[in-house]
């Protein structure tokens, strides 16, 4: 990835005071980069075709607010225009965002203490996005549909080559009890969620974990972002204890602990299978990862089903 597209990319910002130094390019580029007025900041390169531009709006607007209430994510860094969003020379949205100096929880592994921190950074961005009441309307949104309809957001993790036929059969039957469980689900807390609290989209300093990357932020189920942060680990002997330290934190400052830790299997399930279909389009043919993340999506839906869901 060119350092010299990302010099040009921050034009609208002022330009560049040092050479950009590209930190990931995954689902965005992503660049360190200090303005000419010496602030240090994140150079977002968004991926084409991913979000629409009113999308990334709609999520740059929703964490100004966030982090001008105080809670602690990137702060969205406006061009000389006041726009919160640009064109880079080769045609993709940039944005900017405040840099955070810290290291990314994950690096830590996953402990019970950094999981009930979570839990409470989690319960504070819903409880806050509340009170703010952003405006969403742009953000796609994960619902029973999105997660598990004809058409998921993520790809028909169902139809994934490396399935034998029982294994797509019995994803099909995850995929009608579990959108019937949805379904059921009395007065769901919805709302605006990351939707990508992997654990390292946290950054961890010493006074405060930080959340980053809203990315794939949108409309959906709160239980969803702790289903998310907690998949990963979902087969590791210590889960239970991870698990109930996520929910410990949670319901300190949000919701009912016993409701939050029923539901919980559903929205860990529903994240691997939803993975299950990212992975498709992110790799090629014969990557381990595209059977690893199927073999946990056929694991972790025969633990629910044998559960009968939670």
């Not at 090629?284 to 025969?302: H, I, K, N, S, T």
Request: proline share 9%; charged share 25%; net charge neutral.
């Amino acid at each position: 990835m060119s350092g010299g597209l990302a010099e040009a990319a921050l034009a609208p910002w002022g330009g560049a005071g040092a050479p950009p130094r590209l930190v990931v390019d995954r689902e965005n580029a992503v660049y360190e980069v200090q303005l000419r007025s010496g602030q240090r900041a994140a150079l977002r390169l968004h991926r084409p075709g991913y979000r629409s531009p009113a999308a990334i709006e709609a999520e740059m607007a929703w964490t100004s607010g966030l982090a001008r209430a105080g809670f602690p994510c990137p702060r969205p860094i406006p061009a000389e225009t006041g726009a919160l969003l640009a064109r880079a020379p080769d045609g993709r949205a940039a944005s900017v965002v405040a840099w955070i100096d810290a290291p990314p929880l994950a690096e830590g592994g996953p402990r019970p203490e950094a999981f009930r921190r979570l839990g409470v950074l989690v319960a504070r961005l819903h409880a806050e996005t509340d009170a703010l009441a952003p405006r969403c309307d742009a953000l796609p949104s994960w619902t029973g549909e999105s997660l598990l309809g004809e058409k998921p957001a993520w790809g028909r993790f169902w139809t994934h080559p490396d399935l034998t036929p029982d294994e797509v059969q019995l994803l099909q039957i995850v995929r009608s009890e579990a959108r019937a469980r949805l379904d059921a689900l009395p007065e769901p807390d919805f709302g605006p969620i990351h939707g990508d609290l992997l654990l390292d989209n946290v950054l961890e300093a010493p006074e405060r974990l930080w959340l980053i990357d809203f990315d794939d932020s949108g409309m959906g189920y709160r239980g969803y972002d702790l289903g998310t942060a907690l998949v990963a680990h979902a087969e590791r002997p210590d889960y239970p204890d991870l698990a109930a330290a996520l929910v410990a934190g949670y319901a300190s400052h949000r919701g009912n602990a016993a409701r939050v830790a029923a539901e919980l299997p559903l929205f860990v399930m529903l994240r691997a299978l939803a993975s299950c279909g990212w992975v498709l389009s992110r790799t090629q043919p014969g990557d381990p990862r595209r059977r690893a993340y199927a073999d946990r999506a056929v694991r972790l839906a025969e633990r629910w089903l044998a559960r009968r869901g939670p």
